[in-house]
C-alpha cells in the first residue's frame, strides 16, 4: 500500500474512533477506561505476523490472512489497552471481573468505524463453564463445536469462543476465556484456528498450554 493511500485510509480511522468507542458498551470495557482515547497507529500497513507486538504466530497468520482476504494490516489501541503479548499477559496477571481487549485489527479495505478482528478475554469462574454438550452452542444450528480447550465454539459468520483450563496464582477456580469478532465474516474453521493460534500463544506466556488442551494443529468440529 502507498504511503499516500495510507495517510487517507488513517484520517478516515481517525473520525472513525468516536463509533468504535461507542461499541465499549457491548463488549464490556470497564467503567472508567477512555474508550475515545487512541494510540495513532503506525503510519503503514504491515505483514500480519509484524502487527500487536509479533503476537500472531504463523497458524494465526495464516488463519487471518484466509479470514480477511488481506495480507497486510495495522493496529489501533486505546489508551490502557494492553499492545503486545507482554504487557497483556502482565494485565490478565492482574484483572479478575473485567473482559480486556486486546489487538484490534484493521484491513486496508476496512470500515474505519469497525475493526477487522478484534480479541476479548476474561476470567470466568470454572463453574459457569459448560462442557460442550451441556452449552447452549450444542443444539444451536449456526453454531459449530470444536474439541479444544474446555469448550470451543462458533456462532453465526462472525463469533468465535473459548474457555480453557489455566492455571495462574490468584486465579484458582477459574478457566481463562477468549473471544473474538470478525468483520464482516468468515469461515467458522478460519475463526476457532485463529482464536485458537493467539490463545494457545497467551498460554504458553502463562504457563498453562499443556493443561490449555489448546493444540498446535487445525482444531476439528465434534460431530453431533
Known amino acids: 500500500m502507498s504511503r499516500t493511500r495510507s495517510r487517507r485510509w488513517l484520517g478516515a480511522l481517525v473520525g472513525g474512533v468516536l463509533c468504535v468507542g461507542s461499541f465499549a458498551l457491548v ?52 489508551s490502557g489497552e494492553p499492545t503486545d503479548l507482554r504487557s497483556l499477559l502482565g494485565v ?10 486486546f489487538c484490534r485489527i484493521y484491513s486496508p479495505t476496512a470500515d474505519p468505524a469497525m475493526p477487522t478482528v478484534q480479541f476479548y478475554f476474561k476470567w470466568q469462574p470454572a463453574e459457569l463453564v459448560e462442557t460442550p454438550e451441556e452449552s447452549s452452542f450444542w443444539g444451536h444450528p449456526e453454531a459449530v463445536v470444536y474439541g479444544i480447550g474446555e469448550l470451543a465454539a462458533t456462532l453465526g459468520p462472525s ?66
Do not use: K
Open 159 to 224: 463469533g468465535a469462543f473459548l474457555a480453557f483450563e489455566c492455571s495462574v496464582e490468584g486465579r484458582e477456580g477459574h478457566m481463562l476465556s477468549s473471544r473474538l469478532h470478525i468483520d464482516p465474516h468468515a469461515y467458522p474453521d478460519d475463526r476457532i484456528g485463529l482464536l485458537n493460534a493467539v490463545s494457545r500463544t497467551v498460554a504458553e506466556g502463562l504457563g498453562c498450554a499443556e493443561e490449555s488442551g489448546l493444540t498446535a494443529a487445525a482444531p476439528q468440529p465434534l460431530s453431533r
Open 27 to 78: 463488549v464490556g470495557w470497564p467503567e472508567g477506561r477512555d474508550e475515545e482515547s487512541a494510540t495513532p497507529p503506525d503510519e503503514r500497513f504491515m505483514p500480519a505476523g509484524e502487527v500487536c507486538g509479533g503476537v500472531l504466530s504463523a497458524a494465526a497468520v495464516r488463519h487471518l490472512e484466509s479470514a480477511t482476504g488481506a495480507d497486510e494490516f495495522i493496529a489501533l489501541f486505546h
Open 92 to 101: 490478565l496477571h492482574e484483572t479478575e471481573e473485567y473482559e480486556e481487549q
